[in-house]
């Protein structure tokens, strides 16, 4: 069985019930997630070996967030215990035309404080055939660009793939922060995932012809987007997911995958949303599964777009679905009729 390995922060996660608005709320939910957490979830879900690597306290918190992911198979062994607090992000779901909001209250959490060379990383990459991060990882400052620089050539020097989701966070870094230190650790990255706007945001690479406001994407400037970053980094593939944002309740999603300068674009979903927090995370997770598996590449994005189409069906971060549902909507089966 092939091995993936995700580097990063896991957070207590508290939202309202229902649609409520943060000032309505006399209760909150509370569950764990956090972006790379959220792709082993994936990955363990659709039957792979896939380990998570962070550093929470050791005190019950941190054992609740490491519990939620035992939960669902993912091997835990390699998380440090240590510091003094599990990081939490508040999340209040939109609807209609009124956005969804996130509120981080992550300062000083465990993950945060912790030290370079404090993860032997060659001790973690053994057996492991993928290496998954997130530009949110090296944006939560102190040692970490550090330590993901150590990661990343660690994972090289073992022969290990390494995919990147650029999901740049400007709550947690200015655009210039976020493109110094993305520029250092791009190349020994090989498969790139971004969003519509991550690219621009870290890179100053736009995508012409497109307005995001209006939910106008253009497949030929997304290419454009995809040819520089593989021109500037070398990378082996670049996957974008591509939203078009009707309102809050309801989305355009499809995707885009390029290779050596071949493309394959993803069927178009018109997706009602129930919870689109972790539809990147999800689309990662697909992704690295299918190309794991063998997959040609339009089969793959098709497998990832449609991975994370079933994901903005289900409530908080983690991506609950087997591999034999995603297939059956890749292969066009979207009418959500009752299986009995």
């Known amino acids: 069985m092939k091995r993936a390995i995700t580097f990063g922060e896991i957070m207590m996660r508290l939202n309202p019930e229902n649609y409520f608005r943060f000032v309505q709320a006399d209760k909150f939910e509370a569950t764990y997630a956090g972006g790379e957490a959220n792709v082993a979830v994936s990955l363990a879900n659709y039957g792979m070996d896939a380990a998570f690597v962070t550093k929470v306290p050791s005190h019950e918190i941190g054992q609740a967030a490491v519990n939620a992911l035992r939960h669902y198979g993912v091997d835990t062994s390699l998380i440090l215990r240590g510091g003094s607090r599990l990081g939490i992000y508040f999340a209040e779901k939109g609807a209609s035309q009124r956005a969804s909001k996130v509120i981080y209250d992550r300062a000083g959490s465990s993950i945060a404080t912790a030290k370079a060379g404090e993860f032997d990383w060659k001790a973690i990459f053994s057996g492991a055939d993928w290496f998954h991060w997130t530009g ?31 999901n740049y966070r400007k709550k947690l870094w200015s655009q210039e ?34 307005d995001l406001n209006t939910g106008k994407l253009s497949h030929e400037g997304y290419i454009s987007v995809a040819q520089q970053l593989t021109e500037r980094f070398g990378f082996q593939k670049v996957a974008i997911t591509l939203r078009g944002s009707l309102s809050a309740s309801d989305n355009d999603w499809a995707g885009m995958l390029y290779s050596k300068g071949q493309v394959s674009f993803s069927p178009t979903y018109r997706v009602h949303i129930v919870d689109r927090v972790g539809g990147g995370d999800s689309f990662g997770g697909g992704l690295i599964y299918s190309l794991m598996s063998g997959y ?34 890749a292969a066009g089966n979207a009418s959500g009729r009752v299986q009995r």
């Open 136 to 166: 949110i990882t090296p944006a939560l400052g102190g040692e970490l660009p550090q330590i993901c620089l150590e990661a990343c050539k660690a994972a090289k020097e073992q022969g290990v793939t390494v995919s990147c989701d650029l």
């Open 177 to 210: 922060e976020a493109g110094r230190v993305m520029e250092t650790l791009m190349p020994y990255v090989d498969v790139c995932i971004a969003n519509e706007e991550d690219a621009k945001d870290v890179f100053g690479i736009a995508a012409a012809g497109t």
């Open 296 to 329: 040609d590449d339009q089969k793959a994005i098709n497998f990832a777009v449609a991975a994370s189409c079933l994901k903005h069906s289900i409530d908080h971060d983690f991506n609950l679905v087997s591999v034999q549902e995603v297939e059956a909507l």
